[in-house]
T-cell receptor, first 109, second 113 residues
Framework: RKEVEQDPGPFNVPEGATVAFNCTYSNSASQSFFWYRQDCRKEPKLLMSVYSSGNEDGRFTAQLNRASQYISLLIRDSKLSDSATYLC??????????FGTGTRLKVLA | EPEVTQTPSHQVTQMGQEVILRCVPISNHLYFYWYRQILGQKVEFLVSFYNNEISEKSEIFDDQFSVERPDGSNFTLKIRSTKLEDSAMYFCASQGVSEYEQYFGPGTRLTVT
């Protein structure tokens, strides 16, 4: 069975800290990955795509490591508004999303 | 910015009743999906739909479930005879051609009593 695994957390970090999450996947043939953000009882919202070459968007950096089959998300200069659950997504060959359980982040004032 | 919409936001129904959850995908998208999330658990794939037919369905999507695109804009999920364990958030998502990003609607919270 194909699984996407994440540390559920919570990660409690002070404002301004740098925090990193990893996510492992089991299908070596998978080509596309995403990070989504989910606030409590809300829908997943696309945060960023993940490429082998790395992808940076402001304070967020995503990276794919194919050899070890994991993806990562780095958040620099954490804001209170970054508090959410971060969902790792592996895209199967048929486009369906396989979600991880999510990693909860709490940024503390 | 175009967005996926879903109605109702919350549906309460009795066990054994039929429910229809509605979604309006982003207008130029061609791939449509239903996912569900039981409280405290991960988001799970139910079904994908393309070119007016089901592309793929999960083990969860049994004979009690069906999907339809009745009029070219709405995309519906019907649960024929609801069970207590169907209580969950149901998210619709749509995806454009030549991209992998899926955009999710705000969800319908289904409560089966």
């Amino acid at each position: 069975r194909k699984e996407v695994e994440q540390d559920p957390g919570p990660f409690n970090v002070p404002e301004g800290a740098t925090v990193a999450f990893n996510c492992t996947y089991s299908n070596s043939a998978s080509q596309s990955f995403f990070w989504y953000r989910q606030d409590c009882r809300k829908e997943p919202k696309l945060l960023m795509s993940v490429y082998s070459s790395g992808n940076e968007d402001g304070r967020f950096t995503a990276q794919l490591n194919r050899a070890s089959q994991y993806i990562s998300l780095l958040i620099r200069d954490s804001k209170l508004s970054d508090s959410a659950t971060y969902l790792c997504v592996e895209v199967s060959g048929t486009y369906k999303y396989i979600f991880g359980t999510g990693t909860r982040l709490k940024v503390l004032a | 910015e175009p967005e996926v919409t879903q109605t109702p936001s919350h549906q309460v129904t009795q066990m054994g009743q039929e429910v229809i959850l509605r979604c309006v995908p982003i207008s130029n998208h061609l791939y449509f999906y239903w996912y569900r999330q039981i409280l405290g658990q991960k988001v799970e794939f139910l079904v994908s739909f393309y070119n007016n037919e089901i592309s793929e369905k999960s083990e969860i999507f049994d004979d009690q479930f069906s999907v339809e695109r009745p009029d070219g804009s709405n995309f519906t999920l019907k649960i024929r005879s609801t069970k207590l364990e169907d209580s969950a958030m149901y998210f619709c998502a749509s995806q454009g051609v030549s991209e992998y990003e899926q955009y999710f609607g705000p969800g319908t919270r289904l409560t089966v009593t």
